[in-house]
């Protein structure tokens, strides 16, 4: 099994279950290649039928059927109904955190209750996905477009050239969850990497940062850990 993640999640896209995404690990964390690299992209779930297009590169490799474990916490706040991030293919263990909400069904990523409730499952799933390698030999933008049956997912490969414009200035804010207030003396890491502390206005100014989704990871002394409470935080865009 792959090294196993925890999400916190209350999902509702109206999206089935395939999905394509860029492996971050895979690629270093990096959203954006030079000509020649790899990108590595999944597709969840693994080993269905399914049609892939690009409108340029190439598929360098495939790997079907590999498998990864789960941890998500689904929230329902007076509903009947949550998604899961992936589309487990074998529930493992699931169980409500406190108050018991009762049976629950399982239809996919979609778990079910009879009526609409306030509670939290805790749920460890394994699922499958296909990972494909990609790469390009100039600098261009690809379209990777996965259809199988009547659904279709796709993402967008980054092998422009990188010039000034492609540099933002970014400053985060750190507010409390509950309260929105700032907060002052949090110690901010992005890409695993300590970036600096918030100030008294809960501001950290980033400076000139490239396009891209970075990790994001926020601590301080009587808070909980970002990457472990139940605020989907733990990244951002820059676009």
Known sequence: MGKESVIFT???????????????????NRTHFLPGERCFLKIYPGLINHETTMNT????ERKNGLSEEHTEYLVFHESDHAKTEYPPVKILEASWEGKDCGEFRNSGSTFSLSE????????????????????AQAHTLILFQVFAKSETSYTTIDYTEET????????LNVRDACTGEDVEGANVYLNDKFAGVSRVDGTLPLGLIRRGTYSLRITKEGYADSDSDNIRNDSFTVE
């Open 116 to 135: 609409k409730k306030s509670g939290i499952l805790r749920v460890r799933y394994a699922t499958t996905f296909d990972r494909y390698c990609i790469s």
């Open 164 to 171: 000034d414009s492609d540099l933002r200035q970014v400053t």
């Open 57 to 60: 590169g190439e598929v360098l």
């Open 10 to 28: 209350r999902r509702d896209t109206g999206q089935g279950d395939l999905r394509v995404l860029q492996d971050l690990p895979m690629n270093g």
